[in-house]
């Protein structure tokens, strides 16, 4: 069961960590998440950082085809930070932190 883009904006601020401030990332097809979460104006909320947008695309019809026949899992920690941030800094270490949280199917 996939989820829409509006049921994962649910989901975030569901979770939303009114006692810190956050700063929302959003890569790719989650920019439409991550703008929708930051349209809320939850508490705490510092930044929206969008890294190559694409609000309407959705993934190609072969790779859609496929998506249901992939077990979900999590990207490693090493591939996170690999990909993304420092490899040694607190960043990471919080980043691959907050991903272990999300359930796999999200």
């Known amino acids: 069961p996939h989820l829409s883009r509006a049921e994962l904006a649910r989901t975030v601020l569901a979770e939303w960590p009114a006692a810190r401030s956050v700063v929302v990332l959003g890569e790719s097809y989650s920019?439409?998440?991550?703008?929708?979460?930051?349209?809320?104006?939850?508490?705490?909320?510092?930044?929206?950082?969008?890294?190559?947008?694409?609000?309407?695309a959705r993934p190609r019809r072969p790779l859609r085809l496929l998506a249901p026949l992939l077990p979900p899992v999590r990207p490693p920690a090493a591939v996170l930070r690999w990909l993304l941030l420092d490899r040694r800094g607190p960043a990471a270490d919080r980043l691959a932190a907050a991903v272990a949280r999300v359930p796999p199917r999200i």
């Open 31 to 56: 920019t439409a998440v991550a703008v929708a979460v930051a349209a809320a104006r939850p508490p705490g909320l510092a930044g929206l950082i969008l890294i190559t947008p694409s609000f309407a």
